[in-house]
């Protein structure tokens, strides 16, 4: 904690015109608390409210939405104070993001997922993981709540012959791998469209990255052991 601080007060101690600079009582106010609300994030990281939301709509820190129009989000304390860190001591962190919030500059947004053939396989196997209590044979009602579509939409895949289905009784159904395969495909990882499809990407890129960074942070204790 008291190392962040002492981070934050060096990188202060040149302040920016115009810019809203904390003082060493509010961040020692905000440090001690458990929590912080998306507000008082935004003032600790120096950062628009732009950024900060598009880094708590794509999990790169832990935290919860409250539902609430005001103080939207809540984030712990120990959390914020660890993605600080890494932002002034790790050379690229973020880097993806510059110039997305900038308004001098002119910025073409990435893709949500970069649909190469090794992380829609990648999303297929995990996705696979997810649903698999689920039956094989799975109710295209079903299948429309887990991806955020109509059954109707489901019912044109099946009548454009994309999905395979069959009706017993009322009910119709399709088969699950191919079901997982279809929204694992590129065509459809390139162009999300439900808010559901978008938050089954973001939960699949979040785990993505924390087991990068563990693996990172296994390699370095490796490094480290075998030097000593």
Same mark, same amino acid.
């Given at each position: ?7 934050? %007060? ?16 509010m ?34 820190? #832990? ?17 914020a104070?660890?993605? %600080? ?49 689920? #039956? ?35 009910? *119709? ?15 459809r ?11 089954l ?17 296994? *390699? ?9």
């Amino acid at each position: 904690m008291l190392s962040a601080i002492s981070l934050i %007060k060096q990188k202060n101690n040149a302040p920016t015109a115009g810019a809203l600079m904390l003082t060493e009582r509010m961040i020692l106010y905000m440090t001690q608390k458990e929590f912080m609300s998306g507000s008082e994030l935004r003032q600790y990281l120096h950062i628009s409210t732009r950024k900060m939301k598009y880094l708590m709509d794509n999990n790169y820190i #832990p935290h919860e939405n409250t539902g609430h129009t005001t103080h939207k989000y809540r984030v712990r304390t120990e959390d914020a104070v660890w993605l %600080k860190a890494r932002m002034d001591t790790e050379p690229g962190f973020l880097s993806e993001l510059s110039g997305m919030f900038s308004n001098r500059t002119e910025w073409h947004p990435l893709p949500m997922f970069e649909a190469t053939p090794e992380n829609c396989e990648a999303f297929r196997r995990w996705l696979d993981s997810q649903w698999a209590e689920l #039956p094989e044979a799975l109710p295209t009602q079903t299948a429309a709540e887990l991806v955020g579509h109509s059954p109707q939409r489901i019912h044109e895949w099946i009548r454009e012959e994309v999905l395979v289905g069959i009706k017993l009784g009322t009910i *119709q159904y399709c088969a699950k791998a191919e079901f997982v395969s279809f929204m694992a495909s590129p065509q459809r990882l390139a162009h999300p469209r439900t808010e559901k499809y978008k938050e089954l990407i973001r939960e699949f890129k979040y785990i993505q990255r924390r087991e990068r960074e563990n693996e990172q942070r296994r *390699q370095k204790r490796k490094m480290m052991k075998e030097r000593t």
